[in-house]
């Protein structure tokens, strides 16, 4: 009998290396295809661990590349029944050595990327009448740590932004 997963597209945000990777590959485990979205260059070339992984740049904080990438999954492979919000930074430092540069990347990648990615890809997900998105929050977005200020509120705002897209958006 083949895994629930079987046929299913998943898509995995930041999923070139870290969490999101063994994320990806155990959805490939369970004979999904899963496309990888993360920033690719010559710095941080696409790194190749399973045929069934397909790797397409991504960049979660801009609306055009979002939008690109989600028109670029559709076309190759027709749906999308799982996101995994999973790209994510951290900035470790006491709150009077953060910048406002420094802010304002936290809450675009850690917090715009998945709303990007939600309103983008639950309208697919409506067309074919099903579909997860699952946000990676963190222990950090209800506890407190002294050096991530601006990531703890990141986090915790992916929690609300989650708790949004359960109950009313989708
Ligand atoms: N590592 C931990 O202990 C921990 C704990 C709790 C939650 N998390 C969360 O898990 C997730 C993954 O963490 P990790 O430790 O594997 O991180 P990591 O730094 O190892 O990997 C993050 C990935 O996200 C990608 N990425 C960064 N900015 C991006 C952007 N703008 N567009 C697309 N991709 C982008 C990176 O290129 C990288 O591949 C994050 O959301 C993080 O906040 C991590």
């Given at each position: 009998?083949g895994?629930r997963?079987?046929?299913k597209v998943?898509?995995?945000?930041?999923?070139?290396?870290g969490i999101g990777?063994?994320?990806?590959?155990?959805?490939?485990?369970?004979?999904?295809v899963?496309?990888?979205?993360d920033?690719?260059d010559?710095?941080?070339?696409?790194v190749s661990?399973l045929?069934?992984l397909?790797?397409l740049p991504l960049d979660?904080?801009?609306?055009?590349s979002?939008?690109?990438?989600?028109?670029e999954?559709?076309?190759?492979?027709?749906?999308i029944?799982?996101?995994?919000?999973?790209?994510?930074i951290?900035?470790?430092k006491?709150i009077?050595?953060?910048?406002?540069?420094d802010?304002d990347?936290l809450m675009?990648v850690?917090?715009r990327?998945?709303?990007?990615?939600a309103?983008y890809?639950?309208?697919?997900?409506?067309?074919i009448g099903?579909?997860?998105?699952?946000?990676?929050?963190?222990?950090e977005?209800?506890?407190?740590n002294?050096?991530?200020?601006?990531?703890?509120a990141?986090?915790?705002?992916?929690?609300g932004l989650?708790l949004g897209?359960?109950v009313?958006?989708?």
């Open positions: 009998m895994s997963l079987s046929g998943a898509v995995v945000t930041g999923g070139n290396r990777r063994a994320i990806a590959e155990r959805l490939a485990e369970e004979e999904a899963v496309v990888i979205g920033l690719i010559e710095r941080s070339p696409p661990s045929k069934s397909a790797i979660v904080t801009k609306e055009t979002v939008r690109a990438f989600v028109d999954v559709l076309q190759k492979f027709g749906r029944d799982v996101l995994v919000n999973n790209a994510g951290v900035v470790h006491s009077d050595e953060q910048t406002v540069d802010w990347r675009a850690n917090l990327g998945p709303f990007l990615m309103k890809v639950a309208p697919e997900m409506r067309r099903s579909g997860a998105i699952v946000n990676i929050g963190s222990v977005g209800f506890m407190v002294p050096w991530h200020t601006a990531y703890a990141t986090k915790a705002g992916v929690h989650t897209l359960a009313g958006s989708i």
